[in-house]
């Protein structure tokens, strides 16, 4: 979820970026309302589209997460933290996101609510297909929908000029556009681009029915009305406001401009490229499902945390009996899984006769480890993991402990390549001391090289997240 959040700012903010340095001067005014429109909804639904073409044409790599190789005199809890909390509620990303959408819809509620009070409080008048409201006390005159909101206060010459500009409003339901922003803004609250998106909107929209309106006036005329005001108006972001002291100075700067010529509308050919970028982009990325794995790392941020908690409790106690069996790690790998959301679905659990918890992605044959080959899928799998967990333990110098200067449990996150020739390539490693990091990027370098791993026909890199678990006993 977090990495199609991140795309679609990401999308949104390419997209600006064109409209304001090539298209927000020209005087395509309803083009660029579509642009607007059409991106803002392109940047939710790319992130969802993968291409398969493009996705085989260009190699791909797979990220699996391998269970936690224990070095030390003792076995812990994965890694298992307190969860921060606020009157009671965990602080998951998910509920802080929840709690913004829902102060987000009481505003937009309020809004509306001020708006049909207003509405109430004057005197509405039936004219062609749209409402006159006329407000008492006022000289504000704005549009919702239907509605064209004029202050008594301003004179009846005044108020026939104004409702020839808010018709345009209301014949081109430009409300409905400020509406599908306060929409996104509600799902969105925290992206600026949405905010930003939704005033470029209202601007354009002023344009294009300044423009409508100085075809049955001069445009000296129109000047005149737009400066002759000390306006009010209701600040209200999905309203048409005819009185808008910061937009004066633009509408009257794109009044006298004129029509940009219709070569120049080549500009919008560069939608294609971008689109096409992103396409690619998104049909060639993988959204890792593996959990992270370091010292802050919290598994019991999901609605089972008490259960996941308890279970780290029972490896625990096992623990304090002597070194864990690989019976009992399994049987501990299994409860972890079943506690998951998504239960035995979950990516990471594999076949009914197969409930031991190791963790693969979708792929459809991982890279095989000396000695495995000839063996089944989940054999090769189980395979992979023990000899990769065998070498690691065997490899690891334990000695390095007399050089630390601290104690306990110290987990060493690594992350490696195993390219399209079988080779390890990209080791990184992240742990709480350098000395940790060199000694787990060592280990991992002397792993004999691979056969490589297959998707739909091809050899492809596969990534692995190597979680280690070093117990320095004092």
């Known amino acids: 979820m977090i990495h199609y959040i991140l795309q679609t700012i990401v999308f949104q903010l390419l997209f600006f970026v064109v409209y304001d340095l090539f298209l927000k001067k020209e005087t395509f005014f309803n083009i660029n309302r579509f642009y607007l429109l059409i991106t803002s909804v392109l940047s939710l639904l790319l992130p969802l589209v993968q291409i398969a073409a493009i996705r085989n044409s260009i190699p791909q790599e797979f990220m699996i997460e391998l269970p936690d ?57 039936r004219f062609h297909k749209f409402n006159i409201v006329k407000l008492p006390g006022t000289s504000a005159a704005f549009t919702f929908f239907r509605n064209i909101f004029l202050g008594e206060d301003l004179s009846e010459v005044q108020q026939k000029r104004i409702i020839i500009h808010e018709k345009v409003h209301v014949t081109q339901k430009h409300s409905w556009d400020l509406l599908f922003y306060e929409i996104l803004k509600i799902f969105f609250w925290f992206n600026p681009l949405v905010y930003i998106f939704q005033k470029r909107m209202a601007v354009l ?63 919008y050919l560069l939608l294609i ?54 019976e009992q790690e399994q049987i501990l790998q299994k409860l972890l899984v079943l506690n998951q959301e998504d239960g035995v679905d979950n990516l990471h659990f594999g076949d009914e006769n197969n409930k031991s918890g190791v963790p693969f992605g979708r792929i459809d044959k991982i890279p095989t480890f000396p000695g495995c080959e000839g063996m089944k899928d989940e054999d090769a799998k189980k395979c992979f993991v023990q000899k990769v967990s065998a070498h690691v333990s065997s490899q690891f110098n334990t000695e390095i402990a007399k050089d630390l200067d601290f104690f306990g449990k110290q987990y060493i996150k690594v992350q490696f390549k195993i390219d399209y020739t079988g080779s390890i390539v990209d080791i990184k490693a992240k742990a709480p001391h350098p000395d940790l990091e060199k000694e787990a990027i060592r280990v991992v370098s002397t792993l004999p090289k691979m056969t490589p791993g297959e998707h739909k026909g091809k050899k492809v890199a596969v990534k692995y997240s190597l979680p280690i678990l070093f117990i320095i006993d004092e």
């Open 69 to 125: 190789v224990i070095i030390g005199t003792a076995t812990s809890e994965t890694g298992t933290t307190l969860v921060g909390s606020f009157l009671g509620v965990e602080l998951t990303w998910q509920n802080l996101w929840l709690l913004g959408g829902i102060l987000s819809l009481s505003v937009f509620s309020l809004k509306l609510f001020k708006l049909f009070k207003l509405k109430r409080t004057g005197s509405v008048t």
């Open 205 to 267: 929209q002023e344009y294009i029915a300044d423009r409508h309106a100085t075809t049955q006036r001069t445009h000296r005329e129109y000047y005149q009305e737009l400066l002759s005001q000390v306006f009010q108006t209701q600040k209200i972001s999905f309203i048409n406001t005819f009185f808008n002291r910061s937009l004066i100075k633009n509408r009257i700067v794109m009044l006298q401009k004129s029509k940009s010529k219709k070569i120049v509308q080549l500009k």
């Open 273 to 326: 490229p971008v689109v096409a970028a992103m396409l690619i982009y998104t049909s060639c990325a993988q959204e890792s499902n593996a959990p992270e794995y370091d010292n802050s790392t919290d598994l019991t941020t999901n609605t089972e945390g008490e259960i996941l908690h308890k279970i780290s409790e029972l490896k625990e106690a096992i623990a304090e009996n002597g070194t864990m069996t690989k």
